[in-house]
């Protein structure tokens, strides 16, 4: 007698689910460890950008992830550490897209009177962020942080900022809000990823704009002033500068957006900047309908970045409107020719920092090297 199909279904889902979640094959953290730090780092990636079982990552490096840093000598500690939050930091951002955290909001409590009250939401972490807080908390065991960490804190702002979940960073935009609002009430459970990293690297200018970025939404308010204190500093001040007007422009403040979009050419040389003060300024005079201005600035947008979508679509469409689709369909055309394409900064600039990945996880492999 054969079993029912439905029998036969519930037997294999339950197959594959043992030992861990639907789909994903086991990986050994320690293993993971020992190849990273003999310099696999693609084979690492690449094993981690597989169906992976990031819960159960996590487990492994809270239970083993000690004994192996521990198991190099005093000598090499230092350096083993660095490896293991290394790896839970490349595991972090290969799943940040995946999986990150979950709200759920409680059911509302009602009278008979007919009143209610909405409980606060619960928020549950996913590993990926708990993750980075794992590798986070172990460098910071160290009294003194090393330039290591401090390349490390880099890489983790641009985990985290690609991930954009303000939450993470700063704490629940929420709370303290209308009732019945999506505030979570087990505030023990937040991160705020910047109040461990702003004491340990006080000077440290990114970590004083990632404020601002992630409180523009929100506080924006603290996001001005945050900003309006980096704008003469000799790293950011022309990223700050930027963002300041692109904050004032959403709120139609677009005399000051302009003069500050203006101010960002003397202050930096950053293609990436460059190219967001010249697009922003085209979308306000776009906006106001001074179509010639607008040209001119997609066109210097163009011109820092050669062919990125945002800038070339949106004046390919200002030329067609006036009747030079000859022109257009040209910018079109060798846009989609561009090989490799650019990276538009349009697109990233939420992401913030995440475009400083490749260099920063390069300099960490780096300080690894034995």
Request: with cysteine.
């Amino acid at each position: 007698m054969s079993p029912h199909p439905w029998l036969v279904v519930l037997l294999a889902a339950a197959t594959v689910v043992v030992g861990g979640r639907l789909g994903a094959h086991d990986l050994s953290v320690v293993g993971l460890l020992d190849r990273y730090a003999a310099g696999q780092y693609g084979a690492v990636v690449a094993e981690l950008s597989g169906d992976v079982d990031f819960e159960d990552l996590l487990e492994q490096l809270r239970r083993d992830g000690l004994s192996w840093i521990e198991a190099g000598g005093p000598a090499a500690r230092d350096r083993r550490a660095l490896v293991a939050a290394t790896v839970a930091l490349e595991a972090a951002r290969a799943g940040a897209w995946r999986e990150w955290k979950r709200t759920q909001r409680q059911p509302p409590m009602c009278a008979d009177n007919g009143q209610c009250y909405q409980p606060p939401s619960v928020l549950y972490w996913e590993a990926p962020p708990l993750l980075i807080e794992w590798g986070c908390a172990l460098l910071r065991q160290r009294e003194t942080p090393s330039p290591a960490e401090r390349w490390w804190q880099l890489a983790a702002l641009a985990v985290a900022q690609r991930s954009e979940d303000i939450q993470f960073l700063v704490g629940d935009p929420h709370i303290g809000g209308v009732p019945g609002s999506a505030a979570i009430g087990n505030t023990v459970d937040e991160i705020k990823h910047l109040e461990h990293v702003r004491p340990r690297f006080p000077d440290e200018a990114r970590f004083l704009l990632a404020e601002g970025i992630a409180r523009e939404r929100a506080w924006a308010d603290d996001a001005v002033a945050a900003f309006s204190s980096l704008t003469d500093h000799v790293d950011v001040g022309g990223e700050a500068t930027m963002r300041l007007g692109a904050l004032l422009a959403r709120q139609r403040r677009h005399g000051d957006a302009l003069d500050l979009f203006e101010k960002t050419e003397s202050l930096t040389r950053d293609p990436y900047v460059i190219f967001l003060a010249r697009y922003f300024t085209a979308q306000i005079h776009e906006r106001e309908r001074r179509a010639s201005r607008a040209e001119a600035a997609y066109r210097g947008a163009a011109a820092a970045v050669p062919h990125a979508q945002s800038a070339t679509i949106a004046l390919a469409a200002l030329v067609f409107r006036d009747g030079r689709r000859a022109e257009a369909q040209d910018l079109v055309a060798r846009m989609l020719a561009a090989e490799p394409p650019p990276a538009d900064p349009w697109r990233t600039f939420v992401h913030a920092d995440d475009r400083f990945w490749p260099y920063l996880i390069a300099r960490l492999r780096q300080e690894i090297l034995p």
